[in-house]
Nanobody, 127 residues
Framework: QVHLVESGGGLVQAGGSLRLSCVAS????????VGWFRQAPGKERDFVAA????????DYSDSVKGRFTISRDNGKNTAHLQMNSLKPEDTAVYYC????????????????????WGQGTQVTVSS
């Protein structure tokens, strides 16, 4: 059984920063990509960022590119999402996720590829 726990969310003013963390247990974390997604009230869950199993490749949605940075530490079974220059439209619940099985990189943004999800952490950006 895979267990993912996110932390680091909170309330921040526009222009501020937050660093989200995702700690995994129950699976060989280092074998799989990690994705971050977010869901704002009344909206669908959207892709934010993903990182390959060894950290060598990352992908970002256009809305966060240049402001967010994804990273991972396989020795600590942890992934991070550094969020800078936050905007009110970044307000959402943020989820980390692991694929259900090995996935090819071109599908990394697809929610159905992910079989394991954390409980989410709330990020609120005030204007």
């Amino acid at each position: 059984q895979v267990h993912l726990v996110e932390s680091g969310g909170g309330l921040v003013q526009a222009g501020g920063s937050l660093r989200l963390s995702c700690v995994a247990s129950g699976r060989t974390f280092g074998y799989y990509a990690v994705g971050w997604f977010r869901q704002a009230p009344g909206k669908e869950r959207d892709f934010v960022a993903a990182i390959s199993w060894n950290g060598g490749t990352a992908d970002y949605s256009d809305s966060v590119k240049g402001r967010f940075t994804i990273s991972r530490d396989n020795g600590k079974n942890t992934a991070h999402l550094q969020m800078n220059s936050l905007k009110p439209e970044d307000t959402a619940v943020y989820y980390c996720a692991l694929p259900a099985r090995s996935t090819i990189w071109r599908n990394i943004r697809n929610i159905p590829e992910y079989g394991y999800w954390g409980q989410g952490t709330q990020v609120t950006v005030s204007s």
